[in-house]
Structure formats: structure tokens, C-alpha cells
């Protein structure tokens, strides 16, 4: 209990799937969260569900401005910044055949520019208050070939790339700031199942097949949070897979 007691941590994304299980998590081993998303009605509940010190702010992670404003909220309400979470992010289908120009854009605009902005001011607010923890959520996509999300594997790619940078120049800048970056195959989460026909999947269905990809939220939620706290103090520019062996299994 209170593995990361009296942390400030922003969840991007955080008010469905992998962010809102974040954001729960972190909270309840003693984080004081702040909570971003473009849903507003959601993000505020789950904010009113937590209670305490829990902040919900409207953002779009692709507008500079809205990062902003972010980092102000949260330094006016706690006076620093312990831990980042981007988890925000579109899934889009398409092949390199099949992914227009102006899609190809948007997504890499979301899942790459809004990852680069959050990491940037986040580094300046946390070198600020002696270090911290930036938990970038990348993909298996980012490590091995899925042909049916070509600009999704892309935006991916770049932030496994970009946080691989980030842990570097942290380090060599003596900041104590550890970056680190996610890699999940399936999360049953409402943006997989729209994929799915909206239809709802049981995890414990799933859970009974030993070579299931989908995994529950929460898994993932365990891993950032270990990350978050300081258990993971020496692990600084990882790719950590979450995918029950996927990638190396050859299927």
C-alpha cells in the first residue's frame, strides 16, 4: 500500500480503459492524480469517484495550448510534478494500401505530436522539483509488423523512439527523470471492442484460453504503476512488453 504516496501524477486519456484503471490505481496507493481527457462528463465522474485531490481538466494532447494550461493547473493546485502517464491515443485501421494522407496526419498529430508536448513539459516541470517518472504507452505495434494499422505502428514507433531520447538527455543532464515506455498486444478496452463491432469481451472468457493477446486494463495499470513508484528507480529507457510472449512466438 502507498507505493507512490503524495506523488503528483497526470493521466492523459484517463477517463476509459487503460487511464481510467491508471488513474484509480495510482490514487489508490496514495498519488494525488490529475486527470485529462476530451470527455469531459466521464473525466469528471471518475475524478468525483476518487474524491480527495483529484483534478479533472478538458484536453486536447495535440494542442500546445491545452498542455499549457495543464501543467499550470497542476503546478498552481500541488507545486510540482512527480509522474506523467501518456496514454491518450487514437487506433486507426489501415494498411499502407488502404491509410489516406489526411488520416496518416491526424494520427500522428495525436498519438506523436501530443506524446512529444506532454514529454517536453513535463521534463521542464520535473527538473524543476528533483526528478520524476514519464510513462510513454506505445505498442507492440511499435516493436513487430501488424499490416491492418500502418499509421498506428507508426506513431507508436516514434514514441518508443522518442522516449529512448528522452531517458538518454535526462540522464546525461542529471535530471532524475526516468522515461519509460509501455508495449501492449490486446487491452479489452472500449476503443479495442469498437474494432470488434462494439460487441463487450469477457475477461474471464478470455483468461481461460493460456494463449490469449487481450489483456484486462488492470495488467497494464499494475505495470505503470510499478513505474511510477520508486520500486523501478534504476529502470530508465526500457521498452516493456506486455503481451504474453506474442512477439516472439512466431504465430
Known sequence: MNRVQGKVCIVTGAASGIGREDALLLAAEGA??????INEDA?????????????FIRHDIASESDWQRV????????????????????????????????LWRKVQTING?????GCQYA?????????????????LAALGGMPDFCAYSASKGAVAAMT???????????????????????VNTPMTQALAGGQALSQELL??????????????????????SDESRFINGAEIRVDNAQLISGI
Open 164 to 186: 529512448r531520447s528522452i531517458a538518454i538527455h535526462c540522464k546525461q543532464q542529471g535530471y532524475h527523470i526516468r522515461c519509460n515506455s509501455v508495449h501492449p498486444d490486446g
Open 32 to 37: 494525488r492524480v490529475v486527470l485529462t481527457d
Open 71 to 102: 501543467m499550470k493547473a497542476t503546478l498552481e493546485r500541488f507545486g510540482r510534478l512527480d509522474v506523467l502517464v501518456n496514454n491518450a491515443a487514437i487506433l486507426a485501421v489501415g494498411s499502407i494500401e488502404s491509410t489516406s494522407l489526411e
Open 43 to 55: 473525466g469528471r465522474a471518475l475524478a468525483e469517484q476518487i474524491g480527495g485531490d483529484a483534478l
Open 207 to 228: 483468461e481461460q484460453d493460456p494463449k490469449n493477446r487481450m489483456c484486462a486494463p488492470r495488467d497494464i495499470a499494475n505495470l505503470v504503476l510499478f513505474l511510477a
Open 123 to 139: 521534463v521542464a516541470a520535473m527538473k524543476e522539483s528533483g526528478g520524476g517518472s514519464i510513462i510513454n504507452m506505445s505498442s
Open 113 to 117: 505530436d501530443g506524446y512529444f508536448l
